[in-house]
C-alpha cells in the first residue's frame, strides 16, 4: 500500500490528529493520495458484540461507494 507523501504513514491506516478531533477515511486517503480528514463525529459509532463502542473505519460516503469519496474538511498538511 502507499504512503502518504506529506506524513510518511500508510495511507491505508486511520490516522487522528488535533487531539483526536480529526480521523482519516483510508479510502478518500488512498483516491486523493494523502490523509484526507473529516470530524471524527461523521464517521459513527459502532459497538463490539461486549457493548464497547469503535469508530467506524470508512467515512459514510465510503461505506457505501468505493468508487466516490467525501469532501475532506483537512489534508495531510
Known sequence: MADCPRCGEPLSE???IQN???KSCPNCSRVIGRHAYYRI???GER???DGSP???S???ICRGHSDRIGNP???CP
Open 20 to 22: 483526536e478531533t480529526y
Open 58 to 60: 470508512y467515512c459514510p
Open 73 to 75: 474538511q483537512l489534508l
Open 47 to 49: 459497538h463490539h458484540d
Open 54 to 56: 469503535f469508530i467506524q
Open 14 to 16: 486511520s490516522r487522528y
Open 41 to 43: 463525529e461523521y464517521f
